[in-house]
């Protein structure tokens, strides 16, 4: 306790804090680089797999300062020797995203990126329309007839871009004509899954992490794995249809539901619509119209 007590004292005694009195045009410049520079490293987490891992570790941060103000001397003394180990994890966990990052200052269109007019917007009041939803069902259920496989991941919260980048850029409005002839058998693209967000398919073709989960059925396939292992991972939706029975099954939070039918699968495509339920005031004429 005393020595990291000691620790923090130290790195405190060593903070530089400028006084008002003394502010420079250079100390303006300096903290309007060192905004841009957290803002930057703030929208580059949220749109990875760091979001998530900052999560956790704000979770430990603050479970070390309830430690240290209650004075739990072997849990701090095990933190300040496993302090520097967790930095090189975190740079080691994070070192796809990291790279790409260092790859993405040198593009010329990175201050675009970062202040989007997207922020500037109105909130829609939904992630993704009714529409969407019933071309999506529409087409798995043609494909279940004739046992076409399919594999649609449907984005909710978290950003799916790392793995948008393992597939082949669409760009396309979800419409249950083109869902069907992506899966269709022997085309370029039918092999893979495809990423949904919002209104348009983005990309097909791409890679997911397959489930380690052992109480999955041994008869399940690839398809079925890498369903339930992209919702292990993220906050997504993915429908399954299978190629060998053509049913409709979903994967959410690391479960599997199978069997589904065409009511059944929109209702839980709605539940990760998000949408804005506006209560429609009723207007009550108490009076006798002219001509009753």
């Known amino acids: 306790m005393h020595e990291f007590s000691a620790t923090v004292s130290r ?6 804090i400028p006084s008002l009195n003394a502010v420079t045009k250079t100390d303006i410049v300096e903290i309007i680089i060192i905004t841009f520079m957290i803002y930057a490293m703030l929208v580059w987490v949220k749109e ?6 900052l999560r956790g570790v704000l979770v430990i941060v603050a479970f070390l300062l309830v430690a240290f103000f209650t004075e739990m001397t072997t849990i701090l003394w095990i933190a300040e020797r496993f302090i520097s180990l967790a930095v090189i994890a975190m740079v080691v966990i994070l070192q796809p995203e990291l790279r790409k990052a260092l790859e993405n200052l040198g593009q010329k269109n990175i201050l675009a990126n970062l202040f989007s007019l ?12 009714d529409r969407t939803i019933n071309e999506i069902v529409k087409a798995c259920v043609e494909m279940g007839k004739v046992k076409t496989g ?3 991941v449907v984005e909710h919260k978290q950003p799916l871009t790392d793995y948008e980048r393992t597939g082949i850029d669409v760009d396309a409005l979800v419409s249950n004509q083109l869902l069907i002839n992506i899966f269709e058998h022997n085309t370029p693209l039918h092999d893979g899954a495809i990423i949904v967000r919002g209104d348009r398919i983005v990309s097909a073709t791409c890679y997911l992490p397959l489930s380690d989960n ?43 539901h199978r069997g589904l039918t065409a009511d059944e699968l929109r209702e839980y495509l709605s539940e990760i619509q998000d949408k804005v339920v506006e209560d429609k005031k009723r207007i009550i004429w108490k009076g006798r119209a002219k001509n009753e």
Do not use: C, Q
């Open 11 to 16: 790195y405190m005694e060593n903070l530089y």
């Open 48 to 53: 990875t797999r760091a979001w998530a891992l």
């Open 118 to 129: 997207d922020m500037l917007k109105a909130p829609v009041s939904a992630r993704f329309s």
């Open 150 to 152: 399919a594999l649609i």
């Open 214 to 256: 052992m109480l999955l059925s041994k008869e399940l396939g690839t398809r079925h794995r890498a369903g339930v292992g992209i919702s292990e991972v993220t906050d997504s939706m993915t429908v399954i249809v299978s190629e060998e029975t053509g049913k409709i099954s979903v994967a959410y939070g690391g479960r599997l």
